[in-house]
């Protein structure tokens, strides 16, 4: 009697969870934000191009900007990037996706320092992951992923528990506004960035100005960023390196066409990154896939060098605004529609 109430009890406090967690989401920070409503974004199975990566993709490319690239309508570009994603993600979205994408001929996707290196935000990952992507059977089976993903039982665990009870992947988030003096007096902001990504998430599948709400965000040349430093991404993590060479490898045997984008952060950042060996890492992987094409269809551009002295065309130290992505969107079309040699771009 008493397992029999136990079970009945777990049951009705799971299917509470799961009516009632879309209601606190609002309240999270902004990327897990993202990360929810990414879960609700249509995208079309008879598309032609995937679009992969982090958030420099969503706040710096349209999907519209893909496809006058590719020539096709918009509605064949599938746009599925989300910030904090690292290669075992894109990896992971690879091969969940390539087997539904029977027309796919092509995939854009953007590589930098923030996913060549072992830094807060592939931790970052990890947890969205848990709280926010659903538990699929490839992320299980594949020797790589399993790795990363569940090393141990424990962390498989956590995953099954927070898929059955959803409130225990918003936990650090909703602990924060009951200590948090900061996050209290943010409320009301993070329900307008909920409703801005959205709004984003039906007109544009999530492209959006990173953090804006109805204006367009700048910085300038005398801002200053006290925790600008940039020294552990000089570090490589060799996980990560394996598992991009992997997904180049996947897109490579399925003769899918790749377009490798290394995205301008801000002039502040890029001299930090030069400064300090940055870029070491992230330019030889860019090099290495180019150099390994060997007459596939994989395009490698490395824009790093175009907006140095261009500030204004930077929301923060590493997304583009909606004028540096307009601006970015001709560099694009300027580039690749030329057909120049993508091993010159800012090797």
């Keep these: 009697m008493k397992l029999r109430y136990l079970f009945t009890s777990l049951v009705l406090l799971s299917v509470f969870m799961h009516f009632t967690w879309e209601y606190l989401v609002p309240f999270c920070d902004t990327t897990s934000m993202y990360w929810y409503l990414a879960n609700q974004r249509k995208w079309n199975p008879s598309g032609k191009i995937l679009v992969l990566g982090d958030s420099q993709i969503v706040s710096g490319i349209l999907p519209e900007t893909i496809a006058a690239l590719e020539n096709v309508p918009v509605e064949e570009v599938i746009f599925l990037p989300k910030p904090s994603q690292q ?149 490589k993590r060799n996980g990560s390196i394996q598992l991009w060479n992997k997904a180049i490898q996947t897109w490579k045997e399925k003769q899918i066409e790749v377009v490798v984008l290394r995205i301008p952060f801000s002039p502040q950042m890029e001299m930090d990154l030069n400064q300090k060996q940055g870029n070491g890492v992230s330019d030889s992987l860019l090099q290495s896939i180019q150099l390994e094409a060997n007459g596939s269809k994989v395009k490698v551009y490395n824009f790093k060098s175009f907006f140095l002295n261009q500030y204004e065309y930077f929301a923060d130290l590493t997304h583009l605004n909606q004028k540096g992505r307009d601006v970015f969107a001709k560099v694009l079309k300027k580039e690749l529609l030329n057909h120049s040699d993508p091993t010159a771009k800012g090797m």
């Design 87 to 235: 290669p075992e993600g894109i990896y992971s979205d690879t091969l969940y996706l390539i087997p539904k994408l029977t027309n796919l001929k092509k995939i854009y996707v953007n590589l930098s320092p923030l996913n060549t290196s072992k830094n807060s935000i592939t931790d970052a990952h990890k947890q969205l992951y848990y709280s926010f992507s659903k538990l699929v059977f490839t992320d299980l089976m594949d020797p790589m992923l399993r790795n990363v993903y569940f090393p141990n039982v424990t962390d498989l665990l956590w995953k099954v528990n927070i898929q059955i009870f959803p409130y225990f992947g918003l936990s650090s988030n909703l602990n924060r506004i009951f200590y948090d003096q900061t996050v209290q007096t943010d409320l009301k902001h993070r329900r307008l960035e909920f409703d801005s990504i959205q709004k984003s998430m039906e007109e544009r599948s999530g492209a959006w100005i990173w953090k804006s709400i109805g204006k367009d965000p700048s910085i300038t040349k005398d801002e200053v960023f006290q925790n600008l430093d940039t020294t552990i991404l000089a570090g």
